[in-house]
C-alpha cells in the first residue's frame, strides 16, 4: 500500500542548530503533506499543510519561521526546524491523504527530535 | 473548524472485559471519522473508519464503531479486550469536502493479564 517513509526517526541536535526532517511518498503522489507534534502523553496537534508547489499554510501559532517546509516535488516534503531550542524537542509526525477521493491517511513513522 | 473531543484520558480495564471508549465531534456539515491506535513506540495505525451508509462500522483486531449523527458521536468498541491492546487511541475526523484531519486528546488503555 501507499506509504509515507519519515527519516530520521531519532535525532539530537544542540540549541542553536537546525534539523531536516524528510517524509517522502512510497508508490503515489503526496500533492499535500500534513506536519502534525505530538508532545508527551498528549494528542498530534496540526502544526501546517503543505502544498506541492505553493507555500505551506501554518495553524495558528505556529512560527513559519522557525518550522520551515519545502514540498518541492510530489513525493518529498520536509520540515525544518531552525535554530532549535528544547522546547522544540517533540515527537514530529508526516501524514498524507491517499489517493482516491475520502481514501484515508498514510503517516510516516515520525521523528523524535531531542534538542539539548 | 471542526473538534474533537474524547471523555477518556485513561482507561484501565482486565483481560477479556469489555470496552468503550467515547468520541464526540463538532461540525456543523457532513463528516468522515476514524479511530486510529498508537502502539507504544510505533506510529499511528488506522483501526476503522466512517464515510458512509452503515453507521456501524467493523474495524481490525475486532474494534468496531457506531455513528450516531443525532449525537455528533463515533464510539469504539470491543467485546473482550486483550493485553495487547494495550495502547493509546485517537478518534479524528475530517469534512467530507476537505482533507483536514482533526484529532481528539486520545485515550490511553492499559489492559491488565
Known amino acids: 500500500g501507499a506509504v509515507v517513509s519519515q527519516h530520521p526517526s531519532r535525532v539530537i541536535c544542540k540549541s542553536g542548530t537546525s534539523v531536516k526532517i524528510e517524509c517522502r511518498s512510497l508508490?503515489?503522489?503526496?500533492?499535500?503533506m500534513f506536519w502534525y507534534r505530538q508532545f508527551p502523553k498528549q494528542s498530534l496537534m496540526l502544526m501546517a499543510t503543505?502544498?506541492?508547489?505553493?507555500?505551506?499554510?501554518?495553524e495558528q501559532g505556529v512560527e513559519k519561521d522557525k518550522f520551515l517546509i519545502n514540498h518541492a516535488s510530489l513525493t518529498l516534503s520536509t520540515l525544518t526546524v531552525t535554530s532549535a531550542h528544547p522546547e522544540d524537542s517533540s515527537f514530529y509526525i508526516c501524514?498524507?491523504?491517499?489517493?482516491?477521493?475520502?481514501?484515508?491517511?498514510?503517516f510516516g513513522s515520525g521523528t523524535r527530535l531531542t534538542v539539548v | 473548524a471542526q473538534s474533537v473531543s474524547q471523555h477518556n484520558h485513561h482507561v484501565i480495564l482486565s483481560e477479556a472485559a469489555s470496552l468503550e471508549l467515547g468520541c464526540n465531534y463538532s461540525y456543523g456539515g457532513t463528516v468522515n471519522l476514524f479511530w486510529y491506535v498508537q502502539y507504544p513506540g510505533q506510529h499511528l495505525q488506522l483501526l476503522l473508519k466512517y464515510f458512509s451508509g452503515d453507521p456501524l462500522v467493523k474495524g481490525i483486531k475486532g474494534f468496531e464503531a457506531e455513528f450516531i449523527k443525532s449525537k455528533f458521536s463515533f464510539n469504539l468498541r470491543k467485546p473482550s479486550v486483550q493485553w495487547s491492546d494495550t495502547a493509546e487511541y485517537f478518534c479524528?475526523?475530517?469534512?467530507?469536502?476537505?482533507?483536514?484531519?482533526?484529532f481528539g486528546g486520545g485515550t490511553r488503555l492499559m489492559v491488565k493479564p
Open positions: 503543505s502544498n506541492e508547489g505553493s507555500k505551506a499554510t501554518y
Open positions: 479524528a475526523v475530517k469534512p467530507y469536502a476537505g482533507n483536514m484531519l482533526t
Open positions: 508508490d503515489f503522489q503526496a500533492t499535500t
Open positions: 501524514s498524507a491523504p491517499l489517493p482516491g477521493q475520502n481514501y484515508g491517511y498514510t
